[in-house]
Nanobody, 128 residues
């Protein structure tokens, strides 16, 4: 089992920045694909960004150039730096993980059934 705990959500004005963190425990962190997903009210959950154990990243088109995903394997921590936030970015953000030992693996955001472990989420609100 992997336990994931998110933090860093909050309220920000459009154009502002937020930094989300996720701390993992229970498995060897360096063996995990890590990712961020979000669900806005009335919408389906969608993948935002992922990062493999070797650092390969994937981003949703809607946030490319604005968000950056990174990981610190020594601290079992996943980061999502969100810049130039838009009202459409407002959502509950979830940290997720699944095991993949290949360091070169590019962790896909879909299908979501690949992602075995989920955090409770952290809310991001963006006001105009």
């Amino acid at each position: 089992q992997v336990q994931l705990v998110e933090s860093g959500g909050g309220s920000v004005q459009a154009g502002g920045s937020l930094r989300l963190s996720c701390t993992a425990s229970g498995k060897t962190y360096s063996s995990l694909c890590m990712g961020w997903f979000r669900r806005a009210p009335g919408q389906e959950r969608e993948g935002v960004a992922s990062i493999g154990s070797g650092g390969a990243t994937t981003y949703a088109d809607s946030i490319k150039g604005r968000f950056v995903i990174s990981r610190d394997n020594a601290k079992n921590t996943l980061i999502l730096q969100m810049n130039s936030l838009e009202r459409e970015d407002a959502a509950m953000y979830y940290c997720a993980a699944f095991e993949r030992y290949n360091a070169d693996y590019i962790c896909p955001l879909t299908p979501q059934w690949l992602w075995d472990y989920w955090g409770q989420g952290t809310q991001v609100t963006v006001s105009s």
